[in-house]
């Protein structure tokens, strides 16, 4: 049997022998045996002085969406297993991802809509789709670049979609609503998604810090139409930037006073609040303006307070528009979990509002329900030919 140098060893032959030998040689056999010793022990994270394991997971029952009924689909997936293949083919989902990764895009779709719908670890993902850590945190981020780079111009316009007919269709539903004019499409406002506090040496604090919240955030705009569709989405921009600032800088004014016109050439408008400023193609409440000095205001006719009264109960939809998205995709809402630097936190945001107007198109939404509006098919959303499928 091979002796093994312990230092109780070296020690003794140190010791024991007439010719010493020489202490470097001592002292450097003693350093290889500790340097072998914490190899050979378990791997630990010197930071927190934890053990660093391995999440088991059973590779031979790996999860396939063909396994499940449409219940337990509408359960964790949120559509069935039949609205899931469709938005797999609509939004050509791919089948081959980074590391040379392969799964069906039926799959990779659901593991999406699985892990947004819910703030889980990595680690609850692993144990229900039977995948490696590596492997799940690829396809979801890969998905999610994905639907971003091909669907932001979509969601910041979409000029086919928001053509004359259905811009008028919007006006006759906000006016059978109570607006009087009948010429008001959409509602726009801004939203703030709380993220985890960044790290100096990742991104500038200070730009991210929302005053008004008194949190890291970033900001959204978006118009909410009243079928429950987000139809425009600009963003994200810094915690700090203004709702004025963020409408000047989107260049939604342009295109504004580009297509939102009816068939005969008159503009049609959206509805903003106190946040935005006077500009063509967005109307607001009136206000009770004084004279000049310290004069009185005049008090507002009788058409204006009934017009704002009517308009501030009507804007309660962007609330709910942006309330469908965290309700529907809790993930986004978990500011822990958006770490800049570490996942693609503005994709993450991008793919929760898309899968939310596919959800509003299979499912309705609660702006439609009060609007009596019925939401469009997710084809006819997309402009794709169902005949394709």
Known sequence: MP???????????????????PLLLFHRQL????????LAGPTRVVKNHTTKRRIAYDPTNKWTIDQHDDTLCLEFLLFTKSQ????????????????????????????????????????????HFNRGLQWISTVFNDVCVHLDQNFHKKLEWDCVFLRQQRLQRY??????????SGVLWGFIDGTHREICRPQPETFDQTLLWSGYKHAHTMVFQSIVTPDGLLVHVKGPYEGRASDWGIYKDSGLQDKLKEYAKDENGQQLWVY?????????GIMSSYRARGMGGNRAAAPLQEDQEVFNANMAKQHIVMEWGF??????FAFIDFHKKLKLGLSPVGSLVFTAILLTNVHTCYHGSETAAYFECLPPTVWEYFGVER???
Request: net charge neutral.
């Open 171 to 180: 006006c006759n539903y906000v006016h059978a609503n109570g607006e009087p």
């Open 84 to 127: 899931v293949k469709e938005m797999a083919f609509i939004l050509r989902i791919p089948s081959k991802f980074r590391y040379g990764i392969c799964y069906t895009a039926y799959d990779a779709l659901a593991l999406v809509l699985y892990h947004l719908s819910s703030p889980l670890h990595l680690k609850d993902v692993v144990d």
């Open 272 to 280: 903003r609040d106190a946040g935005y400023g006077m500009s063509e």
């Open 31 to 38: 350093r290889m045996h500790r340097i072998a010793t914490l």
């Open 387 to 389: 005949d394709d499928f």
């Open 3 to 21: 002796l093994r140098l312990t230092p109780a060893v070296i020690t003794a032959i140190f010791l024991a022998v007439d010719t010493p030998i």
């Open 323 to 328: 309330g469908k998205v965290v309700n529907t």
